[in-house]
Each structure stands twice: as structure tokens, then as C-alpha cells.
């Protein structure tokens, strides 16, 4: 049986994506800072207490988890605050970089011991990131929180191919959750089902790409 560790596990598409691949018969760990009672009603083994952004927090994943062998580590945590230029909160700003964009990478290297043979890490990122598809400003933290987790993504990308470790940079969708007040244009179960495709597409040769969920190359 192969494992999944997910985080931002307790709602949204963290939540839907535990659920897909628990479907897919995966063993599922969801890590969260407190655990939905949605969550706890799957068969998820659920890490709670753990704040992606507390340093501590995240060194003792890997006591957590151990005599685990991790196939596939989703980094989806992540927040979302609205800044235009006249209404700019520095305090989000860091908070947004702090979770979004230093929090995935050092979960990864956190539990780079725990990884199989051929093992993947995906990032749930946004094309909001993407300097070339802004065309529409603002949301500054958010934007360049993203495009720096892009970055370190694709570092990693480079710096874990000696090991045989695919990443993914992935965006999922204009996603109905409560990040955007279920705005989106599709389901949580929708993109998760997308992002579950794309992951088991990636490759060597394919990692460091940036991808849509829907299968389209994003630009940078």
C-alpha cells in the first residue's frame, strides 16, 4: 500500500484530496492544526497540532511519522489575504510567505529521510504566482508568496533528481472553498480528482513543471 502525507488536511481541498486518494486505496496521514470532524470521520491518520508555520511544530513530523515510507508528499497548506496597493498589511504579507512559501520547503526537507524509491512531492501553488499571467495587480502577498514557492519548487526540482524525487508544481483550480468564499468554478472533488492525475503523470522527466489541475503548462 503506498502513503500519502498531506497537509492543510482538515477542509477544503486538503480534505477532498485525502479523500480521493484514500479512495484510490492509499494510507492517508492528513496533517492539520486542528482536525474537522469531517476529517476525523475518514480513515485518515490524522497528525493534529501541527502548525506548518511553527518550526518546532514542523521538526516533529518526523517522529510523527516515523517507520513510514512516503510515496507522496502534498504540500497544500496555504492562506489567502486580499491587499490592494492603497491597503497593504506588511504583518500579512510575511504571515502569507511564512506559510505559503518557507512552510513547504522545510516540511520537504523535514522529511526528506522518510521518502521511498521514486517518491513525489507535489506543490499546491496558484497561477496567481505566475508574473506573466498577472494582468491584473494586487493581492501582493498572496502573488509573491507564490511565485517564491514556485521558485523554491523548482529548486528542489534540481537539487532532489540525484535521488530519483519528482516534483510538482501544481495549480488547482479556481476552487470552491471557503479561501474564496466558495466562489470558484469548481468543486474541491473535482480538482482533487484533476491534481490526483497530474500527479501520477509526473515524471522525471517531467518535474519542475508548472501545471493547471485541467492539464495545461502555466507560464512563469
Not at 46 to 55: C, L, M, P, R, S
Not at 113 to 129: D, E, N, V, Y
Amino acid at each position: 500500500m503506498k502513503t500519502a502525507v498531506i497537509t492543510g488536511a482538515n477542509r477544503g481541498i486538503g480534505l477532498a484530496l485525502c479523500k480521493e486518494y484514500l479512495a484510490q486505496g492509499w494510507q492517508v496521514f492528513g496533517v492539520c492544526r486542528t482536525a474537522s470532524e469531517e476529517l476525523s470521520a475518514t480513515r485518515v491518520k490524522v497528525i493534529a497540532g501541527v502548525d506548518v508555520a511553527d518550526a518546532d511544530a514542523v521538526k516533529q513530523l518526523p517522529t510523527l511519522l516515523a517507520g513510514c515510507k512516503i510515496d507522496l508528499l502534498i504540500n497544500n497548506a496555504g492562506i489567502f489575504k486580499h491587499e490592494s496597493l492603497e491597503s497593504i498589511n506588511y504583518a500579512d504579507v510575511a504571515q502569507q510567505f511564512l506559510v505559503n512559501a518557507v512552510a513547504p520547503v522545510r516540511i520537504s526537507e523535514a522529511l526528506l529521510g522518510l521518502f521511498s524509491a521514486s517518491a513525489k512531492i507535489a506543490f499546491i501553488t496558484s497561477r496567481m504566482g505566475s508574473i506573466a499571467d498577472n494582468t491584473s495587480g494586487g493581492y501582493y502577498g498572496y502573488r509573491m508568496s507564490k511565485a517564491a514557492l514556485n521558485a523554491a519548487a523548482m529548486s528542489l526540482s534540481h537539487d532532489l533528481k540525484s535521488r530519483g524525487i519528482a516534483v510538482a508544481i501544481l495549480h488547482p483550480g479556481y476552487v470552491q472553498t471557503a479561501m474564496v468564499n466558495f466562489g470558484g468554478d469548481i468543486t474541491a472533488e473535482e480538482s482533487a480528482r484533476r491534481l490526483s492525475l497530474r500527479i501520477s503523470e509526473l515524471n522525471m522527466a517531467t518535474t519542475g513543471g508548472f501545471w493547471h489541475s485541467n492539464g495545461e503548462r502555466l507560464p512563469w
